[in-house]
């Protein structure tokens, strides 16, 4: 697959964008935004897929919780997505970007015309230097929230789909820590950082874990998920932390930042 070299797939987790209170995290909204604009004024092509419709929704509507039933979760949801384009739309404005919204279902990549129409609708706003900003349409899709046969299973393994289909040279996952490391960190304070991965075997796999932040859906393991995804078709993915997104800088320059899952090389 002959890959984009400028083009970038990030994606920022509902751990960065909400605070430890379960508030909108404002400081981040503009960080991400100013970081992302700034890279695009070099020349680089930026898609960036978002987590946090549900939990910005459930503070929206002002639950104490991140709802449980499905029918809760999807009316969040809609809210959400609307609170978080607004809010995506006047940090990008500030800074001269115009955004747009792409919200996906698991057909709108399985079936073939939906997909092409799709790739056509990418292009053409990266062409035009629009942002696309890309979730789950997790207002109508059942699939997506509860199933245990959904396609995306969790926004970084979204992001790896959208890499691929969009041919971008790299995806960066935003996280609540670091990287991949040898333990996890949370529970061994001496666990050390793995800075680069060449091969995703069942070792690696192994100390990917389980699940992630109280407010979010996804740990380790779905990142590592999504980078045999996007390796496998030569897309180097890095996983690194989204309080810091102007390490955004130093991976364009091939800097080391948190963990770097080499893609595979056509030979």
């Given at each position: 697959m002959a890959l984009n070299k400028n083009r970038i797939v990030v994606k920022v987790g509902t751990s960065t964008l909400t605070n430890d209170i379960g508030q909108n995290n404002i400081r981040e909204f503009e960080k991400l935004a100013e970081v992302l604009s700034d890279v695009q004024n070099r020349g680089y092509e930026i898609i960036l897929v978002t987590s946090g419709a549900i939990a910005i929704g459930a503070n929206k509507l002002?639950?104490?919780?991140?709802?449980?039933?499905?029918?809760?979760?999807?009316?969040?949801?809609?809210?959400?997505?609307?609170?978080?384009?607004?809010?995506?739309?006047?940090?990008?404005?500030?800074?001269?970007k115009t955004a747009a919204q792409?919200?996906?279902?698991?057909?709108?990549?399985?079936?073939?015309?939906?997909?092409?129409?799709?790739?056509?609708?990418?292009?053409?706003?990266?062409?035009?230097?629009?942002?696309?900003?890309?979730?789950?349409?997790?207002?109508?899709?059942?699939?997506?929230?509860?199933?245990?046969?959904?396609?995306?299973?969790?926004?970084?393994?979204?992001?790896?789909v959208v890499a691929v289909l969009c041919q971008a040279s790299k995806l960066v996952i935003f996280s609540d820590i670091d990287g991949f490391f040898d333990h996890d960190p949370r529970l061994y304070p001496n666990a050390k950082l793995i800075s680069r991965i060449d091969t995703i075997d069942e070792s690696v796999a192994k100390l990917a874990g389980g699940a992630g932040s109280r407010r979010g859906t996804g740990g380790m393991q779905t990142k590592v998920q999504a980078a045999t995804l996007a390796t496998r078709q030569g897309i180097d993915t890095i996983v690194a932390n989204g309080k810091h997104p102007e390490k955004l800088y130093d991976i364009i320059e091939k800097k080391p930042v948190g963990t770097l899952f080499a893609g595979k090389r056509a030979e």
């Open positions: 002002g639950l104490k919780e991140k709802p449980r039933d499905m029918r809760m979760k999807q009316a969040c949801a809609a809210v959400g997505q609307s609170r978080m384009m607004t809010l995506y739309n006047h940090f990008f404005s500030e800074f001269d792409i919200l996906l279902n698991a057909e709108d990549i399985q079936e073939e015309e939906k997909k092409d129409n799709l790739i056509n609708t990418f292009n053409t706003l990266l062409e035009m230097g629009v942002i696309p900003i890309v979730n789950e349409n997790d207002s109508v899709s059942y699939t997506e929230i509860e199933s245990k046969e959904r396609l995306f299973g969790d926004n970084d393994m979204l992001s790896a």
